[in-house]
């Protein structure tokens, strides 16, 4: 299993960023890749977008706790997908660090499908993950909107 890790700082306290973060109605406003999210019910979320040209819809849980301003989230099924994201008060009490961490096992089929198109499957990940962060920073901030990193075009 390959992990993925990224922080950023957001110029917001963590309570606004996470308000925007654990609505599932702003997931496709900065996930990567994706177009449409939606709740399942308590705690389940299903996901549908486009990536390296082919299309996907998942379901997966979706875990917000607001006291720890913490989400968590994971696939159903075969790609042993999961992760995690993290905001904290920065030093500076104006700013919130936002780390994310991801923990990937795709099935081999699309491992290697992401390398043929790509060349590198966990450069692919890795700039999906910064791409989410400068879109929450993006949206958040109010400077802008969705980052789409290359790869998943």
Same mark, same amino acid.
């Given at each position: 299993?390959?992990?993925? *890790? $990224?922080s950023?700082s957001?110029?917001a306290?963590?309570? %606004?960023?996470?308000?925007?973060?654990?609505d @599932?109605?702003?997931?496709?406003?900065y996930?990567?890749?994706? $177009?449409?999210?939606? %709740?399942?019910? *308590?705690?389940?979320?299903?996901?549908? =977008? *486009?990536?390296?040209g082919? %299309?996907?819809?998942? &379901?997966?849980?979706?875990?917000? &706790?607001a006291?720890? $301003?913490?989400l *968590?989230?994971?696939?159903?099924?075969?790609?042993?997908?999961?992760g995690w994201?993290? @905001?904290?008060? !920065?030093?500076?009490? !104006?700013?919130?660090?936002v780390?994310?961490? #991801?923990?990937f096992?795709?099935? +081999?089929?699309?491992?290697?499908?992401?390398?043929?198109?790509? =060349?590198? $499957?966990d450069?692919?990940i890795?700039?999906?993950?910064?791409a %989410? #962060?400068?879109? @929450?920073?993006?949206q958040v901030?109010?400077?802008g =909107?969705?980052v789409e +990193?290359?790869?998943?075009?």
């Open positions: 299993m390959a992990e993925y *890790e $990224h950023l957001v110029q306290s963590p309570d %606004a960023v996470f308000r925007f973060v654990s @599932i109605r702003n997931l496709p406003r996930l990567p890749t994706t $177009h449409q999210a939606e %709740a399942q019910g *308590e705690g389940r979320v299903r996901v549908r =977008g *486009e990536a390296g082919h %299309a996907y819809d998942s &379901d997966g849980y979706f875990r917000a &706790d006291t720890k $301003h913490r *968590e989230w994971g696939s159903d099924g075969e790609n042993n997908y999961s994201l993290q @905001i904290e008060e !920065g030093r500076d009490g !104006g700013a919130s660090n780390t994310v961490h #991801l923990s096992a795709p099935r +081999p089929d699309l491992a290697q499908r992401m390398d043929e198109q790509t =060349g590198d $499957h450069r692919t890795q700039q999906g993950l910064e %989410a #962060l400068l879109s @929450i920073q993006n901030e109010g400077r =909107g969705k +990193p290359e790869a998943a075009t």
